[in-house]
């Protein structure tokens, strides 16, 4: 069974810096691209940052500068490194994974998402 698991979440001062961790387990052949986006109540879930496989990355306007997506392909792990945080940046936070695994017939191409973890940013 493949999972995500989130950590790294909690109650941060403005200005304050958290390192989020997310860590895809399970019969993966490959994991491509992996990300991180935020909810906030009642809205829909956006897009904070991507990772290829080949280390390419993409960032949001709204973190470009204090944010940074990075991975670990040996140990299936996405990183989101945030500093300069601000009571903006208050939400629940998703890792998700576009992977490949063997179905038992044939490979196939899957998208996964996290459980969510929160940050809080206090004024």
């Known amino acids: 069974q493949v999972q995500l698991v989130e950590s790294g979440g909690g109650l941060v001062p403005a200005g304050g810096s958290l390192r989020l961790s997310c860590t895809t387990s399970?019969?993966?052949?490959?994991?491509?691209?992996m990300g991180w986006y935020r909810q906030y109540p009642g809205k829909q879930r956006e897009l904070v940052a991507t990772?290829?496989?080949?280390?390419?990355?993409n960032l949001a306007d709204s973190v470009k500068g204090r944010f940074t997506i990075s991975r670990d392909n040996a140990k299936n792990t996405v990183y989101l490194g945030m500093n300069s945080l601000k009571p903006e940046d208050t939400a629940v936070y998703f890792c998700?994974?576009?992977?490949?695994?063997?179905?038992?017939?044939?490979?196939?191409?899957?998208?996964?998402w996290g459980q969510g973890t929160q940050v809080t940013v206090s004024s």
């Open positions: 998700d994974a576009d992977l490949r695994r063997f179905d038992g017939r044939r490979v196939v191409s899957e998208h996964y």
């Open positions: 399970g019969s993966i052949l490959r994991i491509d691209a």
């Open positions: 990772i290829t496989s080949s280390g390419s990355t």
